[in-house]
């Protein structure tokens, strides 16, 4: 078993509802972190605290174990013109950053009339996900 504070690598994949893969490492560096740091989702957390250095576990979280349910009042309207011109489409991903230099990706939801719906929930916000983890090495 593994204990707070130690170091985890694992290697992962992570999948849609619908069987496609969105997230892997698998065969690229190992995702390392520090068991109770709260540097992965908590749920994660507590499935990896059962596991050992080699041991596999396959685990479908939903929204509100993963990233969340989508929230409506996320969702803010702008004026299109605010958005640079290349990224002022449907499904636009952009990067901006608070008063406080945290950095989010937000999304457009829609444009019209010169007004653009911009979509601030986490891009997995309201998805169930799998997760497929191998502990590589426990330190």
Known sequence: ????????????????????????????????????????????????????????KRITLDPQDAYGEIDPSAFREVDAAAIPEDLRYVGAVLGVQDDEGNQYRIRIESIAEGTAIIDFNHPLAGKKLTFEMRIIDVQ
């Open 1 to 56: 078993m593994i204990r707070k504070g130690q170091r985890v690598e694992l290697e992962y994949s992570v999948f849609l509802e619908d069987g496609k893969v969105i997230d892997s490492n698998v065969g690229e560096n190992p995702l390392a972190f520090q068991l109770g740091m709260h540097q992965i989702l908590p749920a994660l957390e507590d499935v990896v605290q059962d596991l050992g250095k080699g041991d596999s």
